[in-house]
């Protein structure tokens, strides 16, 4: 993979998510609200991890995603990014698939 690419895969529960809303544009769009755990080797020790992190849809998967039941697992597939008027990253779903 390219070292200058920007692409994240991520297991993880939807914790919540807004009401579907349109783009000036009219395209679809999704804020939702993502959760993982798990256990992870760290300098030769289990470590508990837990995250939970902003995400964005748009377009057929908006559509897709705004179907799925809150709590449901899945893998997510897509690129980070700092919003204009935001300081955390936001995960922009490309693609998801059951977990």
């Known amino acids: 993979m390219n070292p200058s690419s920007n692409h994240l895969v991520f ?9 579907l809303r349109y783009t000036p544009a009219g395209l679809p769009a999704l804020n939702l609200k993502l959760t993982h755990e798990s256990s992870v080797q760290e300098a030769g020790q289990e470590r508990q991890v837990k995250a939970a992190i902003k995400a964005i849809s ?3 998967i908006a559509e ?7 709590g449901s697992s899945w893998t997510f597939t897509g690129f980070i990014a ?18």
């Open 11 to 19: 297991s993880a529960c939807i914790e919540e998510f807004d009401a």
């Open 58 to 60: 748009f377009g057929v």
């Open 64 to 70: 897709r995603l705004v179907k799925q039941a809150v």
């Open 82 to 99: 700092t919003p204009r008027n935001g300081k955390n990253v936001v995960l922009h779903i490309q693609e998801f698939q059951q977990d």
